[in-house]
């Protein structure tokens, strides 16, 4: 099972950026979908973004397209989210996880490893 570690997250004023980091343990890394969630406070699990075994493939929440960038680098074992124009509404635990995909889903039940995630706190 890949084991995952997410890192980058922080406080940072509205408008501003950070890039998040998942890095992944597991030689089958680069054969799956992976996946970006968030939680807020007081809020269900929600969809963030998805990337397909390559890279070429995205899927983004309606709420973060033309904001967020997802990418990977699988000879890193390693992916990214780069988020700019971050919103108070960004304030998040954000998550990311893969599992034996290969096609781009936003379902959180098709993902089966998950890191611990990083706390992301956008001020306005």
């Known amino acids: 099972q890949v084991q995952l570690v997410e890192s980058g997250g922080g406080l940072v004023q509205a408008g501003g950026s950070l890039r998040l980091s998942c890095a992944a343990s597991?030689?089958?890394?680069?054969?799956?979908?992976m996946g970006w969630f968030r939680r807020a406070p007081g809020k269900e699990r929600e969809f963030v973004a998805a990337?397909?075994?390559?890279?070429?493939?995205?899927d983004y929440a309606d709420s973060v397209k033309g904001r967020f960038t997802f990418s990977r680098d699988n000879a890193k074992n390693a992916a990214y989210l780069q988020m700019n124009s971050l919103k108070p509404e960004d304030t998040a635990v954000y998550y990311c996880?893969?599992?034996?995909?290969?096609?781009?889903?936003?379902?959180?039940?098709?993902?089966?490893?998950w890191g611990q995630g990083t706390q992301v706190t956008v001020s306005s």
């Open positions: 990337i397909d075994w390559s890279g070429a493939n995205t």
């Open positions: 597991g030689r089958t890394f680069s054969s799956y979908v």
């Open positions: 996880a893969t599992g034996m995909i290969y096609t781009l889903t936003r379902d959180f039940r098709d993902f089966t490893s």
